[in-house]
């Protein structure tokens, strides 16, 4: 886990105000991975000076391509509260390098 993309990730997190949720959609939130997601909340917690945690994970699927990724978020996103969406109140900032590096 890189302490400067953390900080980073941590500037944004905080932007993003108290009314937030943090979404894990990489490699990462798969079980294998749980200890360098586990890492990374605890790094993004030393910069915000605060408890971390992300709020949710996407649902585990097959994803070989940007395509999967992109449809699984999708389905993630139809799956909140559509009265939200509805009056405009869902903003949303996605962070995803698509397969870029899955290592």
Do not use: Y
């Amino acid at each position: 886990v890189s302490p400067v993309l953390a900080a980073r990730l941590a500037q944004i997190i905080r932007a993003a105000g108290p009314k937030r949720t943090v979404v894990l959609s990489s490699t990462w939130r798969r079980p294998n991975h749980q200890v360098r997601a586990q890492r990374l909340e605890r790094e993004i917690s030393k910069h915000l000076g605060e408890s971390f945690a992300f709020d949710e994970r996407t649902p585990l699927r097959a994803e070989s391509s940007a395509w999967d990724r992109l449809q699984c978020i999708g389905d993630f996103l139809a799956s909140l509260d559509t009265e939200a969406v509805i009056k405009g109140k869902l903003r949303l900032l996605v962070l995803e390098d698509f397969f870029v590096n899955s290592a």
